[in-house]
Every structure is written in structure tokens, then in C-alpha cells.
Nanobody, 127 residues
Framework: QVQLVESGGGLVQAGGSLRLSCAASGRTFSSSAMGWFRQASGKERNEFVAAISWSGGNTHYADSVKGRLTINRDNAKNTVYLQMNSLKPEDTGAYYC???????????????????WGQGTQVTVSS
């Protein structure tokens, strides 16, 4: 079992930055691939944003966020982060972290393959 709690969301102007955190509890965190997904208003929670393998050695990003968002993790702190720079209004939405069982080196980008989800944190980018 892995419990996930996101934090760090808020209201920011376009071009600004935020850092999201996802704190995990449970002994399997360090062997879980992690991902961030977002849900825009009126849409499903299935837009892939970024993913990282359980050792942190591999990452993958949606084309829309490449060069602006960075995912990393600190297994000693049971936390995964999403650094968000140069934010755009279209980045607005609820951001969810998720955990999946996967071999090291693999990143998981399909929502259905994730076993555990947090409750989400809202990011609002004003123009």
C-alpha cells in the first residue's frame, strides 16, 4: 500500500513557477514508478504530464511541458516533485501524483497502469 498526498499548488501568473510535492507513505515507495497527471476543468483525470522510474534514472514528459516542467524524486524522503517553470494558462488544472509497480528503468505513462493516486492539488495560472 502507498498513500500519496500532494501539496504546493496555488495561483500564479503566466510565466511564474510552482513546485509541487507528493509525499508518500508505505514501504513500497522506493520501488514504485511515479507519475504526475492533470485534470482540466470538465475533463477526465488522464492527461499525462511527467513520469519517473523508481530509481529516478529515467524520466518522460508530455510534449506540452518539455523544457518547462521537471520531475524528480528523493527516495530517502519518500517524495516526488514537479518543478513547474514558465507556466501557461493552459497548465491550469488539478494535478495528481500516482504510483505504479514497475521494474527499474521503466517509466509509466498510462493512467490505467497506476495503482495508487493522491487527492490532487490545484494549479491555476492567470494570463
Amino acid at each position: 500500500q502507498v498513500q500519496l498526498v500532494e501539496s504546493g499548488g496555488g495561483l500564479v501568473q503566466a510565466g511564474g513557477s510552482l513546485r509541487l510535492s507528493c509525499a508518500a507513505s508505505g514501504r513500497t515507495f522506493s520501488s514504485s514508478a511515479m507519475g504526475w497527471f492533470r485534470q482540466a476543468s470538465g475533463k477526465e483525470r488522464n492527461e499525462f504530464v511527467a513520469a519517473i522510474s523508481w530509481s529516478g534514472g529515467n524520466t518522460h514528459y508530455a510534449d506540452s511541458v518539455k523544457g518547462r516542467l521537471t520531475i524528480n524524486r528523493d527516495n530517502a524522503k519518500n517524495t516526488v516533485y514537479l518543478q513547474m517553470n514558465s507556466l501557461k494558462p493552459e497548465d491550469t488544472g488539478a494535478y495528481y501524483c500516482a504510483a505504479a509497480s514497475a521494474p527499474d528503468t521503466l517509466v509509466v505513462i498510462t493512467p490505467a497502469l497506476y495503482d495508487y493516486w493522491g487527492q490532487g492539488t490545484q494549479v491555476t495560472v492567470s494570463s
